[in-house]
């Protein structure tokens, strides 16, 4: 697997690369660290203050490690009439995280997202990649359950 490094030293050390190197370190690591703003800042040999300006200027880009399990819940429109907001509270009071937060053991993140294309399934989850639908409060703790047993 590449590291930071490696990424960086395949863009040329200009200025105009600087976006496409957040988007790519972010792809490599879940998130931008400090460590890395201090790399790609020698890099281009730009000061780190500017590269958190850009970093905080788009929203795409996130400064938190992510947690080891993202739950995507889905607001799209089906599922959002069968009950997204309930979902969601649901996994609040579980997990004690909300929409955008990472709890304190870095297990999970709670992120709200449009359509997961599976709307014949409302009320639908992600879990990194891994769908579960036609949830109701059960089967979402039974859900939970699981990924905190395997920690
Ligand atoms: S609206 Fe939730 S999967 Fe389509």
Request: charged fraction near 25%; hydrophobic fraction near 35%.
């Amino acid at each position: 697997m590449p590291d930071v490094n490696t990424t960086l030293r395949e863009l040329e050390k200009d200025r105009s690369n600087l976006i496409k190197a957040l988007q790519q370190v972010q792809e490599l690591e879940g998130y931008i660290s400090d460590t890395d703003i201090s790399e790609i800042s020698d890099y281009f040999s730009i000061p780190p203050v500017e590269v958190e300006g850009v970093l905080s200027f788009y929203a795409q880009f996130k400064r938190e490690k992510p947690g080891k399990y993202i739950i995507s819940v889905c607001d799209g429109t089906a599922c959002h009439i069968k009950g997204a907001s309930l979902i969601a509270n649901w996994i609040t009071d579980d997990l004690g995280i909300k929409d955008g937060e990472t709890d304190e053991e870095g297990l999970f993140s709670l992120v709200t997202v449009a359509c997961l294309g599976c709307c014949s399934l409302a009320p639908v989850i992600g879990i990194n990649g891994k769908i579960f639908g036609n949830l109701d409060r059960k089967k979402l703790l039974k859900v939970l359950k699981q990924y905190k047993q395997m920690g």
